[in-house]
């Protein structure tokens, strides 16, 4: 037999954490999971899911979880009856949380700084020194004919680091032994 529950959703209102007579954490609260379809009014509707945790989930849903928080639960299905005060016998149906996944990031209580402001722009800002001296280096360059002359001829030679010297033996080239490997 298979009973799991896989529910995404809101918290209701805050967990409440309570003790049984022996110490043991307990949380309950409710989510709100929203139906995957529209109702007749064009509207999606929510299912309240009353849920309980037990032991360190309990205390952790308790201490990290706060009204409107989006949580993933996993556990099982769990149902029970009781007699009311008028006489008449009440069903009740409860997710038994095994995991709680925390789906968002926890939000700051304390206000964040005001962002810096820019430093205002210098006249003779670094970037406008720049601009000047490509400029004067465009102006004192010979003209376009004179360019294609100095390109015709041969690149001085480069060597990269990737070719070889004779300073080191070529590795690659020489046989290696074979290696019997145990399977």
């Not at 809101?10 to 043991?24: A, E, F, H, Q, S």
């Not at 509207?43 to 360190?56: I, K, L, Q």
């Not at 009440?90 to 964040?112: G, N, Q």
């Amino acid at each position: 037999m298979i009973n799991e529950v896989v529910l995404i959703g809101r918290m209701v209102k805050d967990p409440d954490l309570r003790y049984t007579g022996d110490g043991t954490p307990v949380a309950s609260f409710r989510l709100a999971v929203n139906r995957n379809f529209k109702n007749q009014e064009g509207v999606y509707e929510a299912d309240f899911v009353s849920c309980t945790a037990w032991r360190g989930t309990a205390e952790t849903t308790a201490n990290y979880c706060r009204k409107g928080a989006l949580v993933a639960v996993t556990g099982r299905i769990q149902t029970s009856r009781y007699e009311a005060k008028d006489g008449t016998t009440a069903f009740v149906t409860d997710i038994v949380v095994d995991k709680v996944r925390f789906l968002e990031k926890k939000k700051e209580e304390k206000p964040s700084a005001p962002p810096i402001p820019p430093y205002p722009e210098k006249k003779n800002s670094s970037t406008e020194h720049m601009r000047n001296e490509v400029q004067s280096w465009e102006q004192s360059q010979p003209p376009q004919e004179n360019r294609q002359e100095e390109s015709s001829q041969s690149p001085p030679p480069v060597h990269h680091s990737s070719q070889r010297t004779s300073e080191f033996p070529d590795l690659t080239t020489q046989p290696r032994p074979h290696e019997k490997v145990g399977v």
